[in-house]
T-cell receptor
Framework: NAGVTQTPKFQVLKTGQSMTLQCAQD?????MYWYRQDPGMGLRLIYY???????DKGEVPNGYNVSRLNKREFSLRLESAAPSQTSVYFC????????????FGQGTRLTVV | KNQVEQSPQSLIILEGKNCTLQ??????????LRWYKQDTGRGPVSLTI?????NTKSNGRYTATLDADTKQSSLHITASQLSDSASYIC?????????????FGTGTQLKVEL
């Protein structure tokens, strides 16, 4: 079972470059999320999508954009990367009814130099 | 601001020993509390989910307890194994809002040694 798949796993960018992180889930989940994880801090929500066609800002959305391409795919775009965006990025998905578990991808380690 | 604080920050134990990790939270009103295990270089994986009305939940050698009155939870690991070496993250969900309202602790880094 694939679960939540993220690509790429590692990426190095120069300041000002752009890139898109891809995420796909095969569990037919309505909700999808993008988090960042920094040393000494808990995971912080960047953007989320409660259902296909909807997206909303989370705690730390500045410098990012997202696209919910279809029910399976949720991408995160950095238009002009900054060193402060060096982090590990996780995509997650969950059902939307009742007490549902969130499933996470393996993460993307991004370094902006 | 709603917070989740975990202790200790890191812990080293010998294989076969038991250990207990702590989580204190201020999220209120509160819906459920989750414990996740995160191996190095991997995404978090759910261990337990407890609603505010549950006191304990087990998953194999992992047992989570919850005291909603004192806003404390613990994760007890029995007969530790080398594969238990990981970060353990406490996550709290408020009563209002969905999966986008989860508050994550910073985790306890556990190392199990021979």
């Amino acid at each position: 079972n694939a679960g939540v798949t993220q690509t790429p796993k590692f990426q190095v960018l120069k300041t000002g470059q752009s890139m898109t992180l891809q995420c796909a889930q095969d569990m037919n989940h309505n909700s999808m999320y993008w988090y960042r994880q920094d040393p000494g801090m808990g995971l912080r929500l960047i953007y989320y999508s409660a259902s296909e066609g909807t997206t909303d800002k989370g705690e730390v959305p500045n410098g990012y954009n997202v696209s919910r391409l279809n029910k399976r795919e949720f991408s995160l775009r950095l238009e002009s990367a900054a060193p402060s965006q060096t982090s590990v990025y996780f995509c997650a998905s969950s059902g939307s009814q009742g007490l549902t578990e969130a499933f996470f991808g393996q993460g993307t380690r991004l370094t902006v130099v | 601001k709603n917070q989740v604080e975990q202790s200790p920050q890191s812990l080293i134990i010998l294989e076969g020993k038991n250990c207990t990790l702590q989580c204190n939270y201020t999220v209120s009103p509160f819906s459920n509390l989750r414990w996740y295990k995160q191996d190095t270089g991997r995404g978090p994986v759910s261990l337990t989910i407890m609603t505010f009305s549950e006191n304990t939940k087990s998953n194999g050698r992992y047992t989570a307890t919850l005291d909603a009155d004192t806003k404390q939870s613990s994760l007890h690991i029995t007969a530790s194994q080398l594969s238990d070496s990981a970060s353990y993250i406490c996550v709290v969900s408020p009563l209002t809002g969905g999966g986008n309202k989860l508050t994550f602790g910073t985790g306890t880094q556990l190392k199990v040694e021979l």
